[in-house]
């Protein structure tokens, strides 16, 4: 993996990101699962309606099922859900019918009852319905054999539901990804340990436990490996058990260059790795490549120690890469949502890296969308990241923006959301 680094010397967050997905080949192995387990997964075979759907014409509404255009009807019957109406509709006569209920034969129009007056067995409408009216025609929107998801479709709750209405019970995906997760650094502490216990400047593991719990809404198995010291002997077991254990390895910590440069050392005498400095703010030291092993190689991705470099490097570089191990179809990695939104305050920044404040966005009283950064914009500063919706995305080459200036906003998605 190259050291080269691009303009200035940094790497820009567009050409990481492209190097990232690019270098990546999707895992294959699948499995078939029950649908109520897919939600999140990635589907790696194709599913076909077995029916149509709607099934049958049924009702949108409780009403009359009518057979012609007449004044007035013999109601000879009723269909309800579940319960349909036996037998068929001769001109001029009607079926009392609920909503979702099998049309019956000979009936080409629904009224819906408030419109209806019944006296004995004869109904009169206080307006016609006309042909076709509040009928859901069988199959207008699936048809039996169709193709209901393209494969490499991530699994969400409106595809459960169409998969199920379609009659698939057990759908096959792509097998979870796993991840080993490990943090460097000789300051760390467990979560959990006493304050009382914690040495001078010693802090709390906080990325870890961060990075696990986005992980796992990425559909990943975590092999968790704790906190390691900045020591090279146990680094390299680390790194090892890491390698051998996981499709990928996720570190925070221990790759700015320099300060730890046996990482660098023990990381290159194991495998292929770049440590890069990118033009994105928070969070220029990255390090990126791969730990061949018996049996293929494993992907190695370190992010920064600074909490919100690590998260912002995790969501803007890594689960893209992510999606793209994990078999996500292109069309479905589409670029983050974003959006125009003036600022309600000033912000101060010099050209030369692609900066991600932490901001809060909503559409005010006069429906303008606006955006105010939210605590300081430090990469230690977690208050003001856990009270933000969304980035404020301003360009590599950008300076200072005044109030009132119109910015670029990034709203959180899964898994900051
Ligand atoms: P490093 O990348 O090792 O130079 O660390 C940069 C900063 O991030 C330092 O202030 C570290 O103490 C802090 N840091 C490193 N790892 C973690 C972690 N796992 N959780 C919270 N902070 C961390
Ligand atoms: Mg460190």
């Known amino acids: 993996m190259s050291d080269t680094c691009a303009e200035n010397g940094l790497r820009s967050v567009e050409a990481a990101k492209q190097m990232l997905i690019d270098s990546i080949t999707p895992i294959t192995e699948t499995k078939t699962i029950p649908l109520g387990e897919a939600c999140g997964k990635v589907l ?6 077995a029916l149509d759907l709607p099934p049958c014409d049924n009702s949108a509404m409780d009403g009359y099922a ?40 000979g009936a080409d129009r629904v009224q819906m009852q408030e419109n209806c007056t019944l006296e004995g067995d004869q109904l009169t409408q206080s307006r016609a319905a006309s042909p076709g009216e509040n009928i859901r025609c069988r199959g207008e929107d699936v048809h039996t054999g169709q193709c209901l998801i393209p494969v ?31 943090s460097i650094g000789d300051e760390l502490r467990p979560i959990g340990t006493p304050v009382s216990e914690l040495g001078d400047g010693d802090i709390y593991d906080s990325n870890r ?48 260059v320099g300060e730890a440069d046996y990482t660098k050392t023990v990381l290159q005498e194991l495998g292929e790795i770049g440590f890069w400095k990118l033009a994105i703010k928070p ?44 078999g996500t179809a292109d069309t479905q990695r589409q670029p983050p949502l974003q959006t125009r939104a003036r600022l309600l305050n000033s912000i ?12 809060y966005t909503y559409c005010d009283e ?51 959301k």
Not at 244 to 254: E, I
Not at 315 to 326: C, D, G, N, S, T
Not at 348 to 359: A, E, H, L, N, V
């Open 283 to 326: 969070g220029k030291p990255f390090a990126f490549g791969k730990l061949p092993k018996a049996s293929g190689e494993t992907l190695f991705f370190g992010l920064p120690g600074n909490p919100v470099s690590a998260i912002v490097t995790l969501y803007q570089l890594v689960i893209p890469a992510l999606e793209k191990l994990r």
């Open 152 to 182: 490499g479709s991530k699994i969400k709750v409106p595809h459960i539901a169409l998969l199920a209405a379609a009659g698939v019970a057990e759908v096959t995906v792509l097998r979870p990804i796993k991840a080993a997760l490990l």
């Open 66 to 105: 009518l057979s012609g255009g007449f004044e007035r009807y013999t109601v000879i019957g009723k269909s309800l859900a579940g319960h349909p109406f036996n037998g068929s509709l001769e001109p001029g006569q009607a079926t009392r019918i609920t909503t979702g209920a099998a049309v019956p034969t």
């Open 209 to 256: 436990i961060a990075l696990k719990a986005a992980l796992e809404q990425l559909d990943v198995e975590i092999l968790d490996l704790g906190c390691w010291p900045d020591e090279p002997g146990k680094i390299r077991e680390a790194f090892m058990h890491a390698r051998d254990n996981a499709d990928f390895v996720l570190t925070s910590g221990g790759v700015s």
């Open 44 to 49: 790696a075979a194709p599913v076909l309606a």
């Open 366 to 416: 006069d429906g303008i969308q606006v955006v105010e950064t939210r605590g300081i914009q430090g990469s230690h500063i977690l208050s003001g990241f856990a009270q933000a919706n969304c980035f404020v995305v301003l360009p590599r080459e950008g300076s200072d923006c005044a109030t009132g200036d119109w910015v670029t906003v990034e709203p959180f998605a899964a898994p900051l």
């Open 348 to 359: 101060r920044k010099k050209p030369g890296r692609t900066d991600f404040q932490r901001g």
